[in-house]
């Protein structure tokens, strides 16, 4: 990926960082949730949402490493927000800008870093997504637009956050304290709601990565473990049908996957390949003895199953999930 | 995505240790592959240990049933050793649960095979 040096006026970018009032907050799970996404994808022992401050960045979300924050002087992000696009130090060691930085030269010792600058709205850099290993590395081309689609959504719950607190404010000035109450009462529940939007390579190694990442989100919104499997395994059989049938197992071909799960303990699943769709109702029931051995045809039929709701749309090209978290 | 398929043998029957990945998705033809060499060796009763299978999918799930129903026909058998809840639960969704014998004690499942069952 290219890279180039931006110039910014340091001024209006701590003043943009100001305005989404998220410092020094409590963590949120939308953020830990899309931290511990980017971990999973990319494959490395930490990931990082930053901030990047006057003379500090502070920790959003920081799965795989205690502190909070860390002063700027040795802040890999502060480089990385200078750049446009993904920033990547593939060995700190071997890096004359970094391999005397304490975290690499002793402590922890990093080596790998990729940073994607999260933007305000204004334009202002204001931290990043990072991923961090121990040892050297890269990343492939599919963790990388992850790592961007990723980044998408970080912006995007950073937006959501600064909307709701400008809401707030607005709400408060026009209504009386009773009712505003009750008001953002009533949109809390979208606070939480996590959408991924995904595109992805036609490949095997595709289908874990996002059945795994989907997974991991719902065990920590506490979603049951059987609800948590049947998910799980029809988010497979829904990818693996895609790869298999929808893009030929072509590789240089792409899969559309949309995750919504929200407040209301509803997961909402999409898969769309390129294909030429299919005729669901035509498929054989495999539990009739005719078909009981045969060695295909249970993918649609076990996503049937375990999901409470599945339409098959545009001729068979998508399929949309739906399933609803089992009361304790 | 290679994985090794070890295997030994208990008598006349093969036990074949499973690795975890190659039960999902389209490496299951490995393990097809790997029971029509064992039926052209004269190997018909074949035990699947899948202890490190973490994943059963259609696919996996698509290879068992097909071999186990070619493998009786030739008067062999194809038996489970260690499946775990979830594998269970995939098999059971199949319908195949009730059919394909399953075992938590390999003794046991050897025994099985001298019982006459496969007659």
Same mark, same amino acid.
């Given at each position: 990926?290219?890279?180039?040096?931006?110039?910014?006026?340091?001024?209006?970018?701590?003043?943009?960082?100001?305005?989404?009032?998220?410092?020094?907050?409590?963590?949120?799970?939308?953020?830990?949730?899309?931290?511990?996404?980017?971990?999973?994808?990319?494959?490395?022992?930490?990931?990082?949402?930053?901030?990047?401050?006057?003379?500090?960045?502070?920790?959003?979300?920081?799965?795989?490493?205690?502190?909070?924050?860390?002063?700027?002087?040795?802040?890999?992000?502060?480089?990385?927000?200078?750049?446009?696009?993904?920033?990547?130090?593939?060995?700190?060691?071997?890096?004359?800008?970094?391999?005397?930085?304490?975290?690499?030269?002793?402590?922890?010792?990093?080596?790998?870093?990729?940073?994607?600058?999260?933007?305000?709205?204004?334009?202002?850099?204001?931290?990043?997504?990072?991923?961090?290993?121990?040892?050297?590395?890269?990343?492939?081309?599919?963790?990388?637009?992850?790592?961007?689609?990723?980044?998408?959504?970080?912006?995007?719950?950073?937006?959501?956050?600064?909307?709701?607190?400008?809401?707030?404010?607005?709400?408060?000035?026009?209504?009386?304290?009773?009712?505003?109450?009750?008001?953002?009462?009533?949109?809390?529940?979208?606070?939480?709601?996590?959408?991924?939007?995904?595109?992805?390579?036609?490949?095997?190694?595709?289908?874990?990565?996002?059945?795994?990442?989907?997974?991991?989100?719902?065990?920590?919104?506490?979603?049951?473990?059987?609800?948590?499997?049947?998910?799980?395994?029809?988010?497979?059989?829904?990818?693996?049908?895609?790869?298999?049938?929808?893009?030929?197992?072509?590789?240089?071909?792409?899969?559309?996957?949309?995750?919504?799960?929200?407040?209301?303990?509803?997961?909402?699943?999409?898969?769309?390949?390129?294909?030429?769709?299919?005729?669901?109702?035509?498929?054989?029931?495999?539990?009739?003895?005719?078909?009981?051995?045969?060695?295909?045809?249970?993918?649609?039929?076990?996503?049937?199953?375990?999901?409470?709701?599945?339409?098959?749309?545009?001729?068979?090209?998508?399929?949309?999930?739906?399933?609803?978290?089992?009361?304790? | 995505?290679?994985?090794?398929?070890?295997?030994?043998?208990? %008598?006349?029957?093969?036990? !074949?240790?499973?690795?975890? =990945? &190659?039960?999902?998705?389209?490496?299951?033809?490995?393990?097809?592959?790997?029971?029509?060499?064992?039926?052209?060796? %004269?190997?018909?009763?074949? !035990?699947?240990?899948?202890? =490190? &299978?973490?994943?059963?999918?259609?696919?996996?799930?698509?290879?068992?049933?097909s071999k186990y129903v070619s493998l009786r026909k030739k008067g062999g058998d194809l038996k489970l050793l260690h499946p775990s809840a979830r594998s269970r639960h995939v098999l059971s969704i199949a319908r195949l649960i009730q059919i394909i014998e399953c075992f938590d004690e390999e003794d046991a499942a050897i025994r099985s095979f001298q019982s006459g069952a496969t007659a």
């Amino acid at each position: 990926m290219n890279m180039t040096t931006v110039t910014r006026d340091e001024t209006a970018r701590l003043a943009a960082l100001r305005r989404y009032r998220i410092l020094d907050t409590e963590p949120e799970r939308a953020f830990d949730d899309l931290a511990l996404l980017a971990s999973h994808i990319c494959e490395t022992p930490i990931a990082l949402i930053t901030l990047v401050d006057a003379d500090r960045q502070w920790f959003k979300a920081h799965p795989g490493i205690a502190v909070t924050q860390t002063s700027r002087a040795v802040s890999f992000c502060s480089h990385a927000i200078e750049q446009s696009g993904l920033f990547i130090i593939p060995d700190a060691s071997e890096d004359v800008r970094f391999r005397d930085n304490p975290f690499v030269a002793s402590g922890p010792r990093f080596r790998f870093y990729a940073g994607a600058p999260l933007l305000a709205r204004e334009g202002e850099a204001l931290g990043t997504l990072c991923v961090i290993d121990r040892v050297p590395r890269m990343l492939s081309e599919t963790q990388r637009e992850a790592l961007d689609a990723l980044r998408r959504q970080v912006e995007g719950q950073l937006e959501l956050r600064r909307n709701l607190h400008e809401l707030k404010i607005a709400l408060a000035a026009r209504d009386q304290a009773e009712a505003d109450v009750a008001t953002l009462s009533s949109l809390m529940p979208y606070c939480s709601t996590c959408q991924l939007d995904m595109t992805i390579p036609a490949e095997p190694s595709s289908i874990p990565r996002i059945a795994e990442g989907v997974t991991a989100v719902l065990r920590r919104k506490g979603w049951p473990e059987d609800d948590v499997i049947a998910v799980e395994l029809s988010v497979q059989e829904a990818i693996a049908n895609a790869i298999r049938h929808g893009c030929r197992n072509d590789p240089t071909q792409h899969i559309q996957c949309c995750v919504i799960i929200d407040a209301s303990g509803e997961v909402v699943i999409v898969v769309r390949d390129p294909g030429t769709g299919f005729d669901a109702t035509a498929v054989p029931n495999p539990l009739q003895s005719e078909n009981l051995f045969k060695s295909s045809g249970r993918g649609v039929f076990l996503i049937n199953t375990l999901m409470d709701r599945v339409e098959y749309l545009d001729g068979g090209r998508e399929v949309q999930m739906r399933k609803r978290k089992t009361d304790a | 995505m290679a994985s090794t398929i070890t295997e030994r043998s208990i %008598g006349d029957v093969t036990v !074949l240790d499973v690795p975890a =990945q &190659v039960m999902f998705y389209e490496a299951a033809a490995q393990l097809r592959t790997r029971i029509n060499e064992l039926v052209v060796e %004269g190997r018909l009763k074949l !035990l699947l240990d899948m202890r =490190q &299978v973490t994943y059963l999918d259609s696919f996996g799930v698509g290879v068992i049933a097909s071999k186990y129903v070619s493998l009786r026909k030739k008067g062999g058998d194809l038996k489970l050793l260690h499946p775990s809840a979830r594998s269970r639960h995939v098999l059971s969704i199949a319908r195949l649960i009730q059919i394909i014998e399953c075992f938590d004690e390999e003794d046991a499942a050897i025994r099985s095979f001298q019982s006459g069952a496969t007659a």
